[in-house]
């Protein structure tokens, strides 16, 4: 509006003495409002709420609650009894925990930009919520698990998704028939489960997930990594460094994130195998 249009002005208060004016409130050079920097600040990907610390000691107890089955049962039971006992054991789809949603998107984000992939292979699905991501960037996704409750879990999760599917089936022990059938296999939280878990048995499995890739094929390595002095990590690290020394692949690139180490690799077409 122009004064016209809002009539005269009021009239002039005098000042009280001794008393200063109100001055209208002016941000100081440099401290001007930056629209939206809350927001910006809590989508940080470097940011950890403190309520996410408690689903770290949430996954503690699901890890130890495995170990104790696995040295009676074996593995497989392990995770069958975990999956059986909580639709969720690690509370990865827990509202009130951000971090493994943030997780997903992060190692979302680390795949070559706009490209479309023809098959992906989720290897350790779990409840399968990282195989959703991935069925919006893929033409197809298989889930593989050894426990078949969290399959369970999985496909009620993901039902209406149609070109996502999901299989029992063991890392260890993965048909042939799998192979040279995808051009994405991502590895996320799943190989340091593996016990025990040597040099040799690191060599095997870098050469058998090349194998499932087909020619010019990428492989997404995500795994938690906290420090180093932590012995989980140093675990971790060892399981990144012999995919990065197999002359099955090349190293694209390699990433460190809030409280995991994710590595992209290109399988090698000229290896001699």
Known sequence: MTQDQIGPAPHPVPPVVGRRSPQPSVPAPGREPRPGLVRRLLDHPALILPRDFTLFLVGARTDAAIERTRAAHGARAA??????????PWASATPRYRYQQRKYEQIMALLPDRQRFRSALDLGCGLGLLSQHLAG??????????????????RTRAAGIPNLRFEQGDLLHLPTELDGR?????????????SPLGDDLLKALSARIADLLAPGGLCLLANHFFFTADADSR??????????????????????????????LDRRDDACL
């Open 79 to 88: 995770f069958e009894a975990a999956y059986t006992r909580s639709s969720d």
């Open 137 to 154: 960037r893929c033409d197809a996704v298989l889930g593989i698990d050894v426990a078949a409750a969290a399959l369970c879990h999985a």
């Open 182 to 194: 995808f051009d994405l296999v991502v590895v996320a939280d799943t190989l340091y489960y593996l």
């Open 235 to 264: 675990r971790s690290r060892r399981i990144h460094d012999a995919f990065a020394w197999s002359h099955r692949f090349s190293v694209r690139s390699e990433h460190r994130r809030a409280f995991f180490l994710a590595t992209l």
